[in-house]
């Protein structure tokens, strides 16, 4: 018989408390990180990640040699809506610095998530998406760039709400060149009115035009929608040149071409391509926010 008394379980049951309820010392309380900030990326999916933008990236450049034209003329735009901040993360790691979005919510919670990860990224935001008037607000005061402005209304709201303190807003009019009922953008004969709105705007710099034609697998039709945006862009410069000299200098981005057809957009003057699912794979579905 063991002469060892028996375990009070009163006694157990309190030791058991103090276990639960004592502070994690340092060491531990590093190794606890809240899931935002894990790395979720693993080597395969990085090496995957890398070997699709290789192929973007050279995509762009035989593009850009075939129409004659020096390949660092075209800025690769990652569109990474409905993406979380470690494949943005990722990419930053390989040398992509813009990033398009669609969704304010969702994109001011991945730049929050990217600053605090990596504040030393430099990464450049992009609003791509339709702006509704109620988040002008945060697309002023936290993108920088915004490709999508359609009316007149908008440019004086985020020219109004754009901080002294950042640099100004540079922003493109979209423009409906496919005439399609159900894209946004302004029809052609409308862009010099929206550009005045911007252009009147000191805490914005108009810079270009921005396109989303139907989607075709015909690069003629392709080629067609792209010129016809590039001849918005000469037409903005030809009008503003006599009231608003000061803004010709900027008023240089054709922002149009994704993933089919940046070899037709490039081929039309494309300064930035907009690329999504050849980079980042399929896309998950998200509900605009």
């Known amino acids: 018989m063991n002469g060892s008394p028996s375990p009070d379980p009163a006694q157990a049951a309190l030791r058991e408390h103090d276990a639960r309820e004592r502070v994690v010392p340092p060491d531990a309380r590093e190794r606890v990180v809240p ?94 998406g339709p702006i509704q008037s109620n988040k002008t607000r945060s697309i002023a005061e936290r993108f920088d760039w915004v490709h999508s402005i359609d009316r007149a209304k908008i440019a004086t709201r985020l020219g109004e709400q754009r901080p002294e303190t950042l640099q100004p ?46 989607p075709t697998e015909d690069p003629a039709l392709q080629r067609m929608r792209f010129a016809a945006a590039r001849a918005v862009l000469q037409g903005l410069r030809d009008e503003l040149a006599g009231d608003h000299p000061e803004v010709i200098a900027n008023l240089d981005t054709l922002s149009m071409g994704m993933s089919a057809d940046l070899e037709s957009a490039v081929a039309e003057g494309a300064t930035i391509v907009r690329i999504g699912s050849a980079l980042f794979g399929h896309r998950p579905r998200k509900e605009a926010g």
């Not at 762009?60 to 993406?83: C, H, M, N």
């Not at 409906?176 to 005045?196: H, I, L, M, Y």
């Not at 270009?208 to 139907?214: D, K, L, N, R, T």
């Open 35 to 128: 899931p935002d900030a894990r790395e979720r990326v693993v080597p395969s999916e990085a090496q995957e990640l890398a070997g699709r933008l290789a192929q973007v990236r050279a995509r762009i450049d035989a593009a850009a040699r075939s129409a004659g034209r020096d390949p660092d003329s075209v800025r690769l735009l990652a569109v990474s809506k409905t993406f979380d901040a470690d494949l943005v993360l990722a990419l930053a790691e390989l040398g992509q610095r813009a990033f398009g979005e669609n969704y304010v919510q969702e994109a001011v919670a991945k730049m929050d998530a990217c600053r605090d990860r990596r504040p030393e990224a430099g990464l450049e935001w992009h609003f791509i």
């Open 169 to 214: 807003l540079d922003c493109c009019v979209q423009v409906n060149v496919s005439g399609e009922a159900s894209k946004s953008g302004c029809a052609p004969e409308d862009a010099p009115a929206v550009a005045r709105a911007i252009a009147a705007q000191p805490r914005l710099r108009l810079r270009g035009v921005m396109a989303i034609p139907e």
